[in-house]
């Protein structure tokens, strides 16, 4: 009976004993689980002090790792655009190809700003900027001044145009129409708060108003937001002192001038001047008057200040005439006493 019980006894702890070998196992394996199946682990990837000196990416803010960056393109650095243009996600730059050169850009090929853009070139290479049609003798890091540029490398013959793009200001009548370039499309426009119907791939400013244009890169999804004023209304200059023939035969006052304004005043097709203290011109000549407003809106006025005799002139002919007569005064008296003599 006592034998039959201890069997029994060493039956059961047997049964127990591997009834616990699988989860012995499982515990011993970290990459088996309870169930069988295998799970991959993955080493944390290391950088050896020697290539952490040139890194210049971004770094796990728990570790101070390098972080992990994935190679699909849609997360990845660099993003392609086409025609071997790419996107640099942590400068934010355009990469554009010369060789084995390159020149990073803050726009794309074709876009419009209001904010000034950032230009660079890394390597060896022949660049020039050209501003409304006009080389730039030193190209800044920034570019902020309102224009078109151009921007070339290569040198004589083999010159070739690698972008372009457009900076106007906040205010602006310049602006008739934004053609998107080309990979980004129009996601809303609005014109002084209210949504307006749209194309794809471009925008059309024919009023005046404040247009709010947003709009993304399809290839980078960045987002990119145009804010502008329209402003279609020229000067309201008038000039003071000309005929229905647009001669006058004293000065000529330019009324209406703003503190924004420009203006360019040649004298006589050639000499350039400017207004005097009253907003006048006054010296005989041909006049090509041009005035332009901020938003770039522009007056032209040709006209002519014929011969005059002002106040000074006058004062100045009668003195003339005096010192003559009195000349002529004295040679008559003195003759006279000759002849008594």
């Known amino acids: 009976m006592k034998r039959n ?5 060493k039956l059961s702890a047997v049964l127990l004993l591997f009834s616990l070998l699988p989860a012995s196992a499982a515990l011993a394996d970290p990459d088996t689980t309870v169930d069988g199946t295998t799970e991959q682990t993955t080493e944390p990837s290391t950088v050896s002090p020697s290539d952490s000196i040139f890194y210049t990416g971004p770094l796990d803010i728990v570790t101070g790792q390098p972080a992990s960056q994935s190679t699909d393109s849609d997360s990845g650095q660099l993003v392609q655009l086409g025609n071997g243009v790419s996107y640099d996600r942590y400068s934010r730059r355009y990469i554009f190809p010369v060789g ?7 726009v794309a090929d074709g876009m419009v700003v209001t904010d000034g853009v950032v230009l660079s ?3 060896e290479m022949n660049i020039s900027v050209f501003r409304n049609g006009e080389e730039m003798s030193e190209i800044p890091s920034e570019i902020t001044s309102v224009g078109d540029y151009v921007v070339v ?4 013959s083999s010159k070739n145009q690698l972008l372009s793009f457009q900076i106007v200001n906040s205010v602006t009548g310049r602006l008739k129409e934004y053609i998107l370039p080309t990979g980004f499309t129009v996601q809303s426009v609005r014109r002084d708060g209210e949504s307006l119907s749209h194309g794809n791939g471009s925008v059309k400013f ?4 404040e247009y709010i244009v947003d709009y993304i890169c399809n290839a980078n999804s960045v987002e990119y937001t145009l804010k502008v004023r329209i402003d279609l209304t020229p000067p309201q200059i008038t000039f003071s002192g000309l005929d229905e023939d647009n001669e006058a035969r004293g000065p000529v006052t330019i009324n209406g001038l703003e503190k924004t304004d420009s203006i360019s005043i040649i004298f006589d097709g050639e000499e350039s001047v400017s207004l005097d203290e009253d907003n006048q011109v006054s010296e005989t000549g041909r006049y090509h008057v041009v005035v332009t407003d901020e938003a770039g809106n522009s007056i032209e006025k040709d006209f002519e200040i014929l011969l005059y005799l002002n106040f000074n ?5 009668i003195a003339f005439l005096l ?6 005064t004295a040679l008559l008296i003195s003759r006279k006493r000759l002849r008594v003599r």
């Open 5 to 9: 019980i201890k069997n029994k006894i």
């Open 100 to 106: 084995n050169s390159r020149i990073l850009c803050s």
């Open 121 to 123: 070139k890394d390597g």
């Open 153 to 156: 490398t290569g040198n004589g």
């Open 206 to 209: 024919d009023e005046e108003g």
């Open 313 to 317: 002139a006058t004062m100045f002919i």
């Open 323 to 328: 010192v003559i007569v009195g000349v002529c």
